[in-house]
């Protein structure tokens, strides 16, 4: 039988009613048969992350201090879920022996990968489900990323598909054996490698929100939900700060061919959005972009020389400085005889005296300078290079909106235009793209002319 995987975040099972509809939803589709769950969220927000409490109690152990406060809390989080669902699991003994192992001085990642293990144990327990270790089988490697072998070991251990698992996210183990978690938000990475692994026709992230928005909703009201978008789109989404899931959870099910589906638990009806790596005839004919991302903060480091187009290796030498001094850049456009670098403000950090000497001494510049307080705004869309007229919608919308253009950059990748704008006009850059390419294009042309 065909399988899904179906991966579950922190609000999905922050209590007992959560929990009671990720059952309801396990057993709306029979293929439904993994189930990877994530540490219980927050409740409200005011409430701290489950997660964020277990490395403060490890912070606290490690200080000789008191952790019965936010112990407590984990406990009680526990506890409570426990009988809420009428479970037999007994809880207390559970988390007493793990108190134990904190004060002791079990691991940092040892103390954070417990809110999924005691999370997917009882919700084991409720769906009537095997508990799957992920500690047994998936390997992290010293760098963080997965060994291989980990699909053939969790693959085995999951292979009776008549069978429901329930596996914890977060967390694998390194060759000895010893717990090693993913960086933060990486149930959905065990999700995406517990699908690989297991086959599966689909990995479904069931979240809060119903599906990945066309733009940040900080400043569009109510944007759009994307129906559908590519893997490539979908990273060039994430890396220009588009929040979607884990962008490190795509790989693995990128690279088996496995489309992913974002839902929402408490609207299991939406539809959300699917990532695919082909997009269907239906979103080419009816979408001209996936959507539209942006972020704040960056620099740009400009210099002029004349006959700079003739002297071999003068780009190399410029981005070797940033490279010396470990900063690494994200965009470059350039003319005849100039060229920028732009960089992310975090990253040139004190650094920016010495870089500009660097570039005057090696480079002799006609003339250097530095731009403070840039934003880029990517429009990001498979087959808008194939689409006449989309460059002219852009640079008319920002006219419109009274918008100067700083930069202009169409990657190799084809798949998004970037603009460079004054941080003070990013929000407005965002607002004016949006509603000429959603609003204004209700009844939209072809995504592909
Ligand atoms: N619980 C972990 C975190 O808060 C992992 C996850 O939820 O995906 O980062």
Not at 390 to 401: G, M, T, W
Request: hydrophobic share 45%; aromatic share 6%; proline share 3%.
């Amino acid at each position: 039988m065909e399988r899904v995987v179906a991966k579950f975040g922190g609000s999905s099972v922050a209590d007992g009613v959560q929990i009671r509809k990720v059952k309801a939803i396990v057993e709306a589709d029979p293929r439904r048969r993994i189930v990877v769950v994530s540490a219980p969220g927050k409740r409200h927000s005011a409430e701290a992350k489950l997660t964020d409490l277990l490395y403060l109690c490890h912070e606290m152990a490690a200080m000789s201090t008191d952790i019965g406060e936010p112990f407590g809390l984990i406990r009680d989080r526990f506890t409570e879920i426990a009988a809420q669902l009428g479970l037999k699991t007994d809880v207390v003994a559970l988390l007493d022996r793990f108190g134990e192992e904190l004060t002791a001085g079990c691991s940092r990642d040892y103390a954070a990968s417990r809110g999924e293990y005691f999370s997917a144990r009882l919700i084991a327990e409720y769906l009537g489900g095997e508990f799957v270790d992920p500690a047994q089988y998936i390997i992290v490697r010293p760098n963080g990323t997965l060994d291989p072998l980990s699909y053939k070991q969790l693959g085995d251990r999951m292979h009776d598909t008549s069978a429901l698992y329930v596996m914890a996210g977060f967390y694998g183990s390194d060759r000895n054996g010893k717990i090693k978690t993913f960086s933060r938000g990486g149930s959905d990475i065990s999700g995406a490698i517990a699908a690989r692994a297991a086959g599966a026709m689909l990995y479904e992230n069931w979240t809060d929100t119903s599906g990945i928005l066309m733009a940040d909703p900080r400043i569009v009201d109510s944007p759009q939900t994307i129906d559908e978008i590519s893997f490539r789109e979908i990273r060039e989404m994430a890396y220009m700060g588009a929040s979607v899931f884990h962008d490190e959870a795509i790989l693995p099910v990128r690279e088996a061919g496995i489309p992913i589906r974002i839902r929402n638990t408490n609207r299991p009806d939406d539809a959300g959005t699917l990532i695919t790596a082909q997009l269907s005839e239906n979103t080419i004919v009816a979408t001209e972009i996936a959507g539209i991302a942006g972020r704040k903060d960056f620099s740009m480091i400009c210099l002029e020389k004349s006959l700079m187009n003739k002297e071999v290796g003068f780009a190399h030498r410029l981005l070797g400085i940033f490279r010396d001094q470990g900063v690494s850049f994200e965009q470059c456009p350039s003319s005849i005889d100039s060229i920028s670098v732009i960089v992310e403000d975090a990253q040139l950090q004190g650094l920016d005296e010495l870089i500009l000497d660097e570039i005057r001494r090696q480079l002799e510049p006609d003339q250097l300078f530095l731009e403070r307080n840039l934003a880029l705004v990517a429009v990001v869309g498979e087959g808008m290079v194939r689409t006449v007229g989309i460059a002219a919608k852009i640079f008319n919308a920002l006219k419109e909106a009274e918008i100067n253009v700083r930069i202009i950059n169409q990657g190799a990748s084809e798949m998004n235009i970037i603009i460079g704008v004054a941080a003070d006009d990013y929000e407005k850059a965002v607002r004016a793209l949006y509603a000429a390419f959603v609003v204004d294009s209700r009844t939209v042309s072809a995504r592909f002319s």
